[in-house]
Antibody
Framework: QVQLVQSGAEVKKPGASVKISCKAS????????IHWVRQAPGQGLEWMGM????????TYAQKFQGRVSMTRDTSTSTIYMDLNSLRSGDTAVYYC???????????WGQGTLVNVSP | DIQMTQSPSSLSASVGDRVTITCRAS??????LNWYQQKPGTAPKLLIY???SLQSGVPSRFSGSGSGTDFTLTISSLQPEDFATYYC?????????FGQGTRLEIK
């Protein structure tokens, strides 16, 4: 069965970086994009960017340009999302989602809470 | 960026009611509109993609319609498990923006 399993919760200081992993299984890794979406406490969903696991190409939301990096390891079917220069406003649950071209996220990871606190 | 506006922001309804949620895009997105359901503490669940295609495993009481800039999600007969927050998302062009959400509560 299709699964996306994310790494565990993180607590970070302002200015630090965080790296979250998303391990895919149960399907052909290179056939679907992986998108990252975050949700601040009590807030809505915010799209951050996506990666094509086939070639590694990425597209990021302008808001995160220069602070985010999405990479993949095809040998382990794992996607990584790095976010640097963390601030309190980055406190959120971060989700990875499997997405077919121009479709919606049909499988999601369980979410990773990142808490940015002094 | 394409702005997605949902209405209403919140809604109270009873079991058995027919409910409609609207999503408007700031420019045409053709049919590239998705609907999600989210319950507290869980990841979003895809209900509808491409405006009107029902995701596998989703009950048929959920339906979607629309194209261009105006879209609707309809729940034909509310069930207790349907009380949640609903989001639309455009998948026409990056950034793939979400609506602000519609919270569906029990009356």
């Amino acid at each position: 069965q299709v699964q996306l399993v994310q790494s565990g919760a993180e607590v970070k200081k302002p200015g630090a970086s965080v790296k979250i992993s998303c391990k895919a299984s149960g399907y052909t890794f290179t056939y679907y994009y992986i998108h990252w979406v975050r949700q601040a406490p009590g807030q809505g969903l915010e799209w951050m960017g996506m990666i094509n696991p086939s070639g590694g190409s990425t597209t990021y939301a302008q808001k995160f340009q220069g602070r985010v990096s999405m990479t993949r390891d095809t040998s382990t079917s794992t996607i990584y999302m790095d976010l640097n220069s963390l601030r309190s406003g980055d406190t959120a649950v971060y989700y990875c989602a499997r997405v077919a071209y121009r479709s919606g996220g049909d499988y999601w990871g369980q979410g990773t809470l990142v808490n940015v606190s002094p | 960026d394409i702005q997605m506006t949902q209405s209403p922001s919140s809604l109270s309804a009873s079991v058995g009611d027919r409910v409609t949620i609207t999503c408007r895009a700031s420019q045409s997105i053709s049919k590239y509109l998705n609907w999600y359901q989210q319950k507290p503490g869980t990841a979003p669940k895809l209900l509808i993609y491409a405006a009107s295609s029902l995701q596998s495993g989703v009950p048929s009481r959920f339906s979607g319609s629309g194209s261009g800039t105006d879209f609707t999600l309809t729940i034909s007969s509310l069930q207790p498990e349907d009380f949640a927050t609903y989001y639309c998302q455009q998948s026409y062009t990056s950034p793939f923006t979400f609506g602000q959400g519609t919270r569906l509560e029990i009356k």
